[in-house]
């Protein structure tokens, strides 16, 4: 090789590998720093972009799973208050069984009576205060607008119906009593408290009265089991939810994670280089002075 004063091509060259070396040490610093071997879309242009869709669905999955616990949150509450009316029920019906044995004189059957007016007035608070975030459950109006219908929970990531789950109307019908026994017990007359008191209490109908509790509390256990099904249902999307958003973090780990042992070996590596390099430069740059030496 000639040599030359005014292009020092040995140090065109050092000074490459010095910037290659200093390029590779400044990444390896970053990924150790910031525990990411993509760090701009540079580093890997697809997986970048791969990293960030599979962010944007973790965090839409986190808010699935907030929707699908305040689904079951939901359910619970309108279990409690199912079973808290249930159980008003059937105080109603052993007192109307005990007024229907015909052994109990006027004042024990006003007695009776007032206690199950009491039971079916408790029944109406308890419909008409059961609500959650706002939205009434027991008084057919649980839907915007007072329409009775169903509640959909966004427990998926689409708008698709695979993406949701249809909590069923019948869940959210009124509970007061009289809608409950003129609507199934089969007696229209029984609209109010004191006409279900009454046929409660008499000579000639509490027996009579009996069936008609008993279809009522049918359908307070019919609503149940629908309940405990949206529950199971509910369950089920919170788990999915888990295994979901735990494999796709796992992917992200793989795609985006950096390997610290691997950088940081990558770090003494590019260091010993970059050193080198700057060493080899400095030479590099003595060498047109060789020149002199021939003058």
């Not at 609503?223 to 295994?243: H, K, M, P």
Request: proline share 0%.
């Amino acid at each position: 090789m000639a040599l030359t004063i005014n292009t020092n091509i040995s140090s065109i060259v050092a000074q490459r590998n010095l910037s290659n070396a200093t390029t590779s040490l400044n990444q390896a610093i970053e990924r150790m720093t910031t525990g990411y071997k993509i760090n701009h879309a540079g580093d890997n242009a697809a997986g970048y972009s791969i990293a960030r869709n599979w962010e944007t669905q973790l965090g839409s999955l986190d808010v699935a799973a907030d929707n699908a616990a305040m689904g079951a949150d939901m359910m619970s509450t309108l279990e409690d208050h199912y079973s808290l009316i249930s159980s008003h029920l059937q105080r109603v019906r052993d007192l109307t069984e005990q007024a229907a044995n015909g052994t109990y004189g006027t004042a024990s059957l006003n007695a009776i009576k007032s206690e199950i007016t009491a039971r079916l007035d408790e029944v109406n608070r308890i419909s008409a205060n059961c609500e959650y975030n706002g939205r009434k459950l027991m008084t057919g109006t649980a839907a915007s607008g007072g329409i009775e219908t169903a509640i959909n929970l966004q427990v998926g990531l689409y708008s698709s119906g695979d993406s949701q789950i249809s909590l069923s109307r019948d869940l959210f019908k009124s509970a007061n009593a009289g809608t409950l026994f003129s609507t199934y017990s089969g007696d229209g007359s029984l609209s109010s408290v004191d006409a279900i008191a009454t046929a409660c209490t008499g000579a000639s109908t509490a027996a009579t009265t009996l069936n008609k509790i008993d279809k009522v509390i049918n359908e307070i256990s019919s609503r149940t089991t629908t309940l405990g099904a949206a529950q199971n249902r509910i369950d089920s999307a919170i788990e999915s939810i888990g295994v979901q958003s735990e494999n796709i973090t796992s992917s992200l780990s793989t795609l985006r994670d950096a390997d610290i042992s691997k950088e940081s070996s990558n770090y003494i590596k590019a260091q010993i280089l970059q050193q080198a390099a700057a060493t080899l430069l400095s030479t590099a740059n003595q060498t047109p002075s060789i020149a002199l030496n021939l003058l």
